[in-house]
């Protein structure tokens, strides 16, 4: 799998995000300074103020996701790992999990990146999707310098879960 490509992607998409922040911030500077009139101001200010917060909560918004980008930039995911490698920082793992329930297996697939943990990223022609997770998460800590075949286990939406990893690039 070509993980520059996916860095590139996950660029593309901070890039969209600290746009999109910017954009919000700027709006709500506008309309704490010009939504209202004097008087109405004066008899509402906290409408003022909620907006002038919101423009400040944007604009850090918008500073992570710049201080995120700087941090790609100079990310360059090591093209495979050795056999029987350890994950690591630019490494793919698919894990499965067994579902007791259906006796069925589920998939995951992760790229472990510096930054952009949550992002979901299309895979190579559209093939499937992968989160980017990072080694400060909760899945990245429960995965970092495990190899394929080992489990691990971590809490999704307040429940624990075990996961082995069948696949590591």
């Known amino acids: 799998m070509d993980k520059q490509q996916l860095v590139e992607q996950l660029t ?9 922040a910017r954009k919000a911030g700027q709006a709500a500077e506008e309309e704490a300074r010009d939504g209202a009139t004097a008087s109405e101001k004066r008899e509402n200010a906290r ?13 850090e918004r918008a500073q992570r996701a710049q201080a ?3 941090t790609l930039e100079t990310f360059r995911p090591p093209a495979r790992l050795p056999p029987k490698g350890a994950v690591g920082l630019g490494a793919i793992v698919e894990v499965e999990m067994q579902d007791d329930e259906t006796n069925a297996s589920q998939g ?23 989160s980017v997770v990072t080694p ?3 899945v990245g800590r429960a995965v970092m310098g495990k190899r394929v075949g080992d489990t691990i286990e971590v809490t999704v939406e307040g429940e624990p879960r075990e996961w082995t990893i069948t696949f590591l690039e």
Request: hydrophobic residues 40%.
């Open 12 to 20: 593309t998409r901070l890039r969209e995000s600290a746009m999109v």
């Open 47 to 59: 409408v003022s103020q909620e907006y002038a917060g919101l423009a400040r909560g944007q604009k």
């Open 68 to 70: 995120e980008l700087a």
């Open 108 to 130: 995951r697939t992760f790229f472990l990146a510096p930054v952009g943990a949550g992002i979901e990223l299309t895979g190579p022609g559209g093939d499937g999707f992968l």
């Open 136 to 138: 400060v998460s909760p």
